[in-house]
């Protein structure tokens, strides 16, 4: 009976420390996670784009602050710049004169690359001590972005063509050895963007699912209101990304649309929603916002 009883007495205790054991390891688990389920879950959209959480998960994961160490670029041994584009020309002109006086600017470029080939943004930082955020979505871009230790904020995300966070389906062209590869350099993968704006993508592309995150957050996240200048060039998602909040924030737009007979129908949108056309070459367009000091510093000029 004595036995019995033991027994029983056994099975109680034992299982009072499982209970406890249970109870001590959940606690542990949620003291290690910081951010709730509900959010993970919501990154895969929809989530209101000012939502506190999301802003804390952006600032303290997506987000990698600007470097105080030395530059580390390429400079004249970037074999992608052998080959300099005639866009790259235009937009280096036309952004040199609207901006020839305009100290401690602040920037945003989508579309980042490596952080200084076709960079359009860092002689901003160099010569007028500008800082701002680079968005890179594609990883091995991102990865040679962060070694340049640019001057500004950068994020391995692409801007959601939503209000809200999801995940969307990224192209990646495949970058068979040629004749052009050692000289286009990372310039072979600033064509990669966003599946469902790009029909031509399907047939010889590989693909992953990148995280996106609405502008309006991320800028949000880092407590900007006003920024100088946004340079998109997202392969095709440009009005997605712009369509759901207030432009008045941006001072100057750099957009690139490559499909050439809807480029005047995209200028008359911006124009309903405050903007002008300050200059285009082919399916490059920079937009001023009307009644701004950038306004009429470049001469109109269309090329096709």
Known sequence: MRWWFRCRLWVWWGGIVVAVVVLL???CTALTHTYTNYLLRSLEGPLPADDPELLTYIREELLQPPSSEPYDLLEKRNVAQILVEESEIFYNKSLRTLFKDKSDGFFVEAGALDGETMSNTLW???????????????????????TKHRRAWAANVCLAPTPYPSKEMFYIYPHYPGPLALSLGFKMRSM???????????????????????????LLSLGVTRVDLLVLDVE????????HF???????????????????????????RGYVEAARLDE?????????????????????
């Open 25 to 27: 390891a959940l606690v």
């Open 192 to 218: 990669h963007g966003l599946t469902k704006y790009n029909e031509k993508a399907t047939s010889s592309s590989w693909f992953t699912k990148v995280q996106c995150i609405p502008l309006e957050s991320i």
């Open 246 to 272: 207030d432009l008045q924030k941006f001072n100057v737009l750099c957009i690139e649309w490559k499909k050439k007979h809807e480029i005047d129908s995209v200028v008359q949108q911006f124009k309903k």
């Open 284 to 304: 490059d367009i920079i937009l001023v916002q009307h009644g701004s000091q950038y306004e009429g510093r470049l001469n109109t000029s269309t090329h096709s």
């Open 124 to 146: 901003l930082e160099r010569e007028l001590g500008w800082t701002g955020l680079l968005v890179e979505a594609d990883r091995t871009a991102y990865l040679s972005l962060i």
């Open 236 to 243: 095709g998602a440009e009005l997605a990304i712009l369509g």
